[in-house]
């Protein structure tokens, strides 16, 4: 139960399901321009507002999460203990996950892969080899190469041939087909700085795929002492091997987050324990440290992108099952400052989490409009990495901040439809992904703009996952763990 008097955070529930709705949109933007994804449109071009739209909302969404994740996690600290808090976490969190490790990982899996196949179809009649090439379909590019397709048609952007694609992917087949139908090894893309296959190869630590381009340019092979791990900048932009060794669960895909949160958590509560031994009930929390998680997530920050090897803006994606440090303490800043921000108040007296993000409109106008521009142009444009890693760091702060002024004037109080959005968002997160990969691959070749599919993506994945929320969740054992136990009023099947 709640302790007397103390009010229930409309705000920040609403802000927090805020930021797992967004998921939707953001995983339908991927479609849309070229990304390494399940789907890619008919559409799909750098020409639209999609990697933008990704880029400036993947910047702050999961640190707002984060944030806000901190911030209930003290509350419940403080007002049941400990032990209930760890209890609170194992129902709400460990549980869904675990259960989503048998259901929802596999679905996306499965759904994944029927997307790429039903893509190959279109791409053989449209004479597109890189996308077949990205597809994996073996067949489907040996007919269009017999077809006379040239096999050196590059993209737009960026410039870069079927091979440069292979090597992406690390296909080793389709590399050695490539090469076999004269595709050139030491082929230099149009931008990003003359890429080679090998270098894309190498980049991404695909080992068969690399000594096959070694081999083909006439290059000294690697010695046999020598592994091409010892060789510096081997597979700085893929994922460390030796996580994917440890679980046959190669991904956890959009459930990285409960994941973490259960680190966040584990830590979380080994600092309680030590402050409920202080102060038994209460706790000491050092409030002072909490403005020091600004400055220090600029140091995970620097470790994105490899270190700068790559642009990237945000976080890397870190899903397997060891996290990745940097990753990690990267978002463990935003849940320090959340869970340091409870309770505590500032030289007038008044609680931070009622003042912070004043005046909101200036903080959000000045996060979106004016340090989001020149972040991306100096990750993507100008690569100059530590300029662009202070205003990310800017920029995700500002948006935390900013969003929650913006949601403390718009929500002071409880309103019933927000209240039902808030409630459903964490179920309408858990089973998007599959649903989005589904609906990407039913329009990809839909003749229709962009825009219309990507709202209609959009519309009809979130629509049915709160029908599923209504009819099979809100009021069953589902609902009970993700929410707590919700009673059906005489008043409305939809209040709880």
Not at 79 to 101: C, D, F, Q
Not at 240 to 246: A, M, S
Not at 295 to 323: C, H, K, N, R, V
Not at 486 to 493: D, E, F, H, I, L
């Amino acid at each position: 139960m709640r302790e007397p008097g103390r009010k229930r955070r409309h705000d920040l529930d609403a802000l927090r399901g805020f930021a797992m709705l967004l998921g939707v949109g953001l995983h339908a933007a991927l479609a849309f321009f070229p990304a390494p994804w399940w789907v890619q449109d008919r559409t799909s071009s750098f020409d639209g507002p999609y990697d933008e739209f990704l880029w400036a909302v993947h910047g702050f969404r999961m640190p707002v999460f984060f944030l806000m994740s901190g911030f209930f996690t003290a509350l419940l600290w403080r007002r049941r203990g400990l032990r209930s808090l760890l209890g609170h976490r194992l129902r709400r969190v460990a549980l869904p996950l675990l259960i989503g490790l048998v259901t929802l990982v596999p679905a996306v899996d499965w759904v994944g892969e029927r997307a790429v196949v039903a893509q190959a179809e279109p791409l053989v009649e449209s004479g597109d080899i890189i996308g077949l090439v990205f597809v994996g379909d073996i067949e489907g590019v040996e007919g269009l190469l017999d077809r006379g397709v040239d096999i050196e048609t590059r993209t737009e952007p960026g410039g870069w041939t079927s091979l440069h694609a292979a090597a992406f992917t690390g296909n080793a087949e389709m590399v050695e087909l490539l090469i076999s139908r004269g595709a050139k090894p030491a082929v230099t893309a149009d931008a990003s700085d003359g890429e080679t296959p090998l270098g894309l190869a190498f980049h991404f630590g695909h080992e068969e795929a690399t000594d096959l381009l070694v081999a083909h340019e006439g290059r000294d092979p690697l010695p046999e002492s020598m592994e091409w791990s010892d060789i510096p900048g081997w597979a700085e932009g893929a994922e460390d091997p030796e996580e994917d060794r440890l679980t046959q669960i190669e991904h956890l895909h959009h459930l990285w987050f409960l994941w973490f949160l259960l680190w966040l958590v584990a830590g979380f509560a080994v600092v309680a324990a030590i402050a409920d031994r202080r102060e038994p009930g209460r706790g000491v929390w050092p409030g002072r440290v909490m403005w020091l998680m600004i400055p220090l997530t600029l140091i995970p920050q620097l470790e994105m992108g490899g270190g700068g090897s790559y642009p990237i803006f945000g976080s890397d994606t870190s899903d397997a099952l060891l996290p990745l440090p940097h990753v990690l303490a990267y978002y463990a800043t935003f849940f320090t400052f959340g869970a340091l921000m409870y309770g505590r108040r500032n030289r007038k007296g008044n609680l931070l989490v009622e003042t912070i993000g004043r005046p909101w409109w200036l903080v959000l106008s000045v996060s979106f409009l004016v340090v989001l521009p020149f972040g991306l142009h100096f990750t993507f444009v100008e690569f100059q990495w530590q300029v662009a890693s202070v205003l990310q760091v800017l920029y995700a702060w500002g948006m935390c901040f900013g969003l929650m002024g913006l949601f403390r004037v718009l929500l002071p109080r409880e309103r019933r439809g927000i209240r039902y959005l808030s409630d459903s968002a964490y179920w309408v997160y858990l089973v998007h992904l599959p649903l989005v990969v589904a609906a990407q691959m039913l329009v990809f070749d839909w003749d229709l703009f962009a825009g219309v599919k990507f709202l209609l993506i959009c519309g009809v994945v979130t629509a049915v996952s709160l029908l599923s929320y209504q009819a099979f969740v809100r009021y069953t054992p589902i609902g009970a763990m993700l929410n707590g136990k919700k009673v059906r009023t005489a008043r409305s099947g939809a209040s709880g």
